[in-house]
């Protein structure tokens, strides 16, 4: 019976190890061993596979929930104003929430009680004033920082033992656990669009599409880059039937209830992987001052400010295409029963691109797929500033959904794999810095949503989108050069290793200084070193 059990914990004395350089032997030999025999890679992929599931029911409310906020609350901005709430505090709580509240709560229960936040912005969707969408969208953003950091904090780990356990590259695997939530976050897109569109356009608002056939060319002359919010007035901006808006409310709200069940009944608690080990950081005793400032100290890494303004960009694209592109081109154009089938585009295309790309990456590296998000953007953004959009052609609006949802596909996983990558010790700080800087991207996309045109907003993405790319290819040259430094130097080790055992009179030559690499402790996790595969 023993035997059948895949995990256990056991103390060093019982298996010896030797540290690798960057660990004090010492506090190796304290630190508890993550025992694992091969069959658990099977339970870590339905781990991963759980968390993908919970989170896409998750955000198949939220998604559909907030690509309609911009167009049926546009009175007074109100939808766009909620939007801004939920990302600044999101913001706020990136910097001194996810490692206090991870550390407190563990990975598992903090993903179960930041997921709960969500649900009082979905139910006061039935009473739209800001005395209720503002204070619901802060409690969003309040949670939304744990619960993005304990998701990447899971699945960077459960890679880092996946890894050790199929004997791969680690920056792989991580990013193939990425792509395969995202394949699943993104259908969210899909479901939550098609129920918001089936639901509008089965009723009144949707008039089965023959609201379009009444939007005059003087109206249309005012969609697209000419649109500005202050400026449009025509009907097909207005705010569907309070019993539409009930029945999609109820149809999110229960999903929202069902995604935190999934994870509370079904999730393995991270410390089947090494979470809270004795000796280990995780289970080290910190102040709350300490674990408050885990996230600003994780800003003075020279990769983590030169990341900066890619996510900043990462989240300035979505907050357009799902805010602005819905307002200034499809509804403006098409109607607001359709924005959900666009969406729906940009979803399905961002789900198979996400998997996709997470699996490609391990034949032709990061660096080709960054170089296609960012032609895709950059060519996408420069089409938008001309297109005029007409109900005459329908399916442009699909094909540009679905080229943004490639895009935005590309950043989701490879931005997500190269900070579980570089920042592998630092996971929690890390992925708040993520989150912190995505939602600076939404904050100050939604700053000024009601005062810009969307000309301007398309400017201004290329100018961000333009300096992200600078400042990652500095992170990619460094990280690669320190790479090419490492395998010479182990190559230098391995040969000093051969002539001291050849002879002796060799070791002084051999033990020649070699080039000295700047050991960080971001590349190297305590984890990788107390994995220990067994074989019975």
Known sequence: MALTQNFSFCSIGEFDSIPKAGFEADTASLREKVILNPGEKWRILKNISIISFAFMVQFTAFQGTANLQSSINAEDGLGTVSLSAIYAALVVSCIFLPTLIIRKLTVKWTLVFSMLCYAPYIAFQLFPKFYTLVPAGILVG???????????????????????????????????????????????????????????????????????????????????????????????????PDNEIFEISMIYLSCIIAAVAIIAIFLDPLKRYGEKRKGSQSAQELSGMELLSATFRQMKKPNQQLLIPITIFIG????????????????????????????????????????????????????????????????????????????????????????????????????????????????????????????????????????????????????????????????????????????????????AKEKEAAAAAATVEANAPAEEVEETDDELDDLEEDIVVTHF
């Open 316 to 495: 300035m694209e979505q907050a357009f295409i799902g805010a602005d592109f819905t307002q200034a081109y499809v509804s403006c154009a098409l109607g607001i029963s359709q924005i959900g089938f666009v969406m729906i585009c940009f979803g399905v295309v961002n789900a198979i691109c996400s998997i996709l790309f997470g699996s490609v990456m391990k034949y032709i590296g990061r660096l080709p797929i960054i170089i296609l998000g960012a032609v895709v953007h950059f060519t996408l953004i420069t089409i938008e500033l001309f297109w005029r959009p007409s109900p005459e052609n329908p399916l442009i609006f699909y094909a540009m959904s679905g080229l943004w949802g490639v895009g935005d596909a590309v950043w989701q996983t490879q931005i997500n794999g190269l900070y579980g990558l570089l920042f592998r010790r630092n996971k929690e700080a890390a992925f708040s810095n993520y989150r912190l800087w995505e939602s600076a991207g939404f904050v100050i996309a939604y700053a000024y949503a009601t005062t810009l045109c969307a000309r301007m907003k398309l400017y201004v993405l290329l100018a961000v989108l333009a300096l992200g790319c600078v400042g990652y290819t500095i992170v990619e040259i460094l990280y690669r050069r320190k790479q090419r430094k490492l395998k010479k130097q182990e190559k230098l080790e391995a040969a």
């Open 142 to 240: 309040l949670g939304a920082a744990p619960m993005w950091a304990s998701k990447a904090t899971y699945l960077t780990q459960v890679g880092q033992v996946y890894a050790k356990i199929t004997e791969q590259a680690v920056d792989a695997i991580i990013v193939r656990f990425f792509g395969f939530f995202f394949l699943a976050w993104q259908t969210a897109e899909l479901w939550g669009n098609l129920i918001s569109s089936l639901v509008l356009s089965s009723g009144a608002h949707g008039s089965g599409g023959d609201t379009n056939t009444t939007i005059s060319k003087e109206d249309l002359q005012y969609c697209g880059a000419n649109f500005c919010v202050h400026g449009s007035g025509h009907g097909n901006l207005n705010r569907p």
